[in-house]
Structure formats: structure tokens, C-alpha cells
T-cell receptor
Framework: NAGVTQTPKFQVLKTGQSMTLQCAQDMNHEYMSWYRQDPGMGLRLIHYSVGAGITDQGEVPNGYNVSRSTTEDFPLRLLSAAPSQTSVYFC????????????FGQGTRLTVV | GENVEQHPSTLSVQEGDSAVIKCTYS??????FPWYKQELGKRPQLIID?????GEKKDQRIAVTLNKTAKHFSLHITETQPEDSAVYFCASGGSNYKLTFGKGTLLTVNP
């Protein structure tokens, strides 16, 4: 089991560029989510999915899109990168939606210049 | 939505001392309270969790307590060691399939 795999690990973007952060899990987890981590702000939920074909917004969804075409993959798209999106992004998955451990990917450090 | 407050933001202790981190939550429907440890440059990892039908849970040097009436829960680490140095996050989960995290506590254990 690889667990939760995120790519890339590091990325530098210019303002206005778009990109996709990849997240894949091989644990057959139904629930997947994306967080951003900024200094002093903890982990803030961007978008989440309770199963293939179902997505919903979290606390800070603006500027990001997601889709969930398969159980394994949950990509995060930045439509037009802004310096405010400079952050560390974590993907996480859970077997069920409630009361179970969230497994995190290794993170993507994104810098927007 | 749910709001989780975590204190203190930084905590420095001597090796062998105990450390306590406290969190409060706002949603009375929350029923799951995990704690995650994040070492520098690494991903968060679950260290202990508690459900709303339990008041206390222990795992070796780590314990978590929950007071549902007051809506607060705490992490207790006894006999701290330098390898306990990390950022600790509390979180709250409920029926809406979301985990809401506190802002984190940087714990430093001095040898």
C-alpha cells in the first residue's frame, strides 16, 4: 500500500498560471479532501468528496476546483494562480466520513510569484 | 460552521515534564476528536482520538480527555522526550463529513 500520494512535491507558478495538484489513494477510501496549511492558520479545508461523482466546498474554496471521477483520484485545480495561494497543500483520505483516521499525503509546497 | 480554538500556540517544556494542550469546539453535534502530530516538513499523523461516548483515553504516555458539557478536550503528554517536539493539531468531526482543525501548538521539549 502506497497510501496517499501527492504530486508534485514542490511547484513554482507565475501569477495567472493554472495547474493541477494530483492526489491518489490505494486504500479504497470513500472520503477525500484537500487542505491548505499556512503559518499560524492550521489546516483549512478547501474541498472534499464523500465518493466518486460527489464533491462539496470547504472553508476556503475560492480559486480552486475539484472533481472525483474515480474512487482513487481527487485532483485539485488552481484556475488562475495568485500569490495568496502560496501555501502547503495536503490531500487526505478516510475510509468513512466519520470517526476514522485521516491519512495525509506528503504535501505539495506551492509558491506563486 | 464548526470553530475549534487551540491553546497555547507555543509550549516549551523540559524533558521529563508533562505537556497539556487544550481545545474548545462550538458545534454540539461534533462527536469525534482526533489529535495529529506534525514533525517539521512532514505530513500530519494521527496520534490519538476520542469519541463523544468516552471521557478519557490513554495510549502509553499520551492521554486525551473530553468534556462534552463544556465542549473542550485536552491532550496530555507525560514524561516528555525530545522526539515529542512537533506541532500538534486538535480537530473536531461530526455528521457533515468534515474535520475542522485548530491552529496548532508548537511543542518544544528541551533536553
Amino acid at each position: 500500500n502506497a497510501g496517499v500520494t501527492q504530486t508534485p512535491k514542490f511547484q513554482v507558478l507565475k501569477t495567472g498560471q493554472s495547474m493541477t495538484l494530483q492526489c491518489a489513494q490505494d486504500m479504497n477510501h470513500e472520503y477525500m479532501s484537500w487542505y491548505r496549511q499556512d503559518p499560524g492558520m492550521g489546516l483549512r479545508l478547501i474541498h472534499y468528496s464523500v465518493g466518486a461523482g460527489i464533491t462539496d466546498q470547504g472553508e476556503v474554496p475560492n480559486g480552486y476546483n475539484v472533481s472525483r471521477s474515480t474512487t482513487e483520484d481527487f485532483p485539485l485545480r488552481l484556475l488562475s494562480a495568485a500569490p495568496s495561494q502560496t501555501s502547503v497543500y495536503f490531500c487526505a483520505s478516510m475510509l468513512q466520513g466519520l470517526n476514522t483516521e485521516a491519512f495525509f499525503g506528503q504535501g505539495t509546497r506551492l509558491t506563486v510569484v | 460552521g464548526e470553530n475549534v480554538e487551540q491553546h497555547p500556540s507555543t509550549l516549551s517544556v523540559q524533558e521529563g515534564d508533562s505537556a497539556v494542550i487544550k481545545c474548545t469546539y462550538s458545534d454540539s453535534a461534533s462527536n469525534y476528536f482526533p489529535w495529529y502530530k506534525q514533525e517539521l516538513g512532514k505530513r500530519p499523523q494521527l496520534i490519538i482520538d476520542i469519541r463523544s461516548n468516552v471521557g478519557e483515553k490513554k495510549d502509553q504516555r499520551i492521554a486525551v480527555t473530553l468534556n462534552k458539557t463544556a465542549k473542550h478536550f485536552s491532550l496530555h503528554i507525560t514524561e516528555t522526550q525530545p522526539e515529542d517536539s512537533a506541532v500538534y493539531f486538535c480537530a473536531s468531526g461530526g455528521s457533515n463529513y468534515k474535520l475542522t482543525f485548530g491552529k496548532g501548538t508548537l511543542l518544544t521539549v528541551n533536553p
